[in-house]
Nanobody, 120 residues
Framework: QVQLVESGGGLVQPGGSLRLSCAASGSIFSIRVMGWYRQAPGKQRELVAAITSGGNTNYADSVKGRFTISRDNAKNTVYLQMNSLKPEDTAVYSC??????????????WGQGTQVTVSS
């Protein structure tokens, strides 16, 4: 089994910053991709940013230049540094991790989600 534990959400004023973390643990052989998604009320879930094991990154246009995704492969942890936050960034943020388990079976797991609220 693979478990994900997220942390770092909260309430922040417009223009502020937050850093999200997501740590994967359990029967992990390798992790291929780690990403962050978000879902605002009444909207579909969307990809915010993703990073591969080789460090290639992909960002939603709406967060380019403001958010930075990074990962610590030794700790199986992915981070999302969010700067210059806007009210429209308010959403539940969830991490997603895809890889291969110790048994050789691929896995894809979601974190429990963490609320990010940007408001004055």
């Amino acid at each position: 089994q693979v478990q994900l534990v997220e942390s770092g959400g909260g309430l922040v004023q417009p223009g502020g910053s937050l850093r999200l973390s997501c740590a994967a643990s359990g029967s992990i052989f390798s992790i291929r991709v780690m990403g962050w998604y978000r879902q605002a009320p009444g909207k579909q879930r969307e990809l915010v940013a993703a990073i591969t094991s080789g460090g290639n990154t992909n960002y939603a246009d709406s967060v380019k230049g403001r958010f930075t995704i990074s990962r610590d492969n030794a700790k199986n942890t992915v981070y999302l540094q969010m700067n210059s936050l806007k009210p429209e960034d308010t959403a539940v943020y969830s991490c997603n991790v895809g890889g291969t388990g110790l048994t050789g079976i691929p896995f894809n797991r979601w974190g429990q989600g963490t609320q990010v609220t940007v408001s004055s």
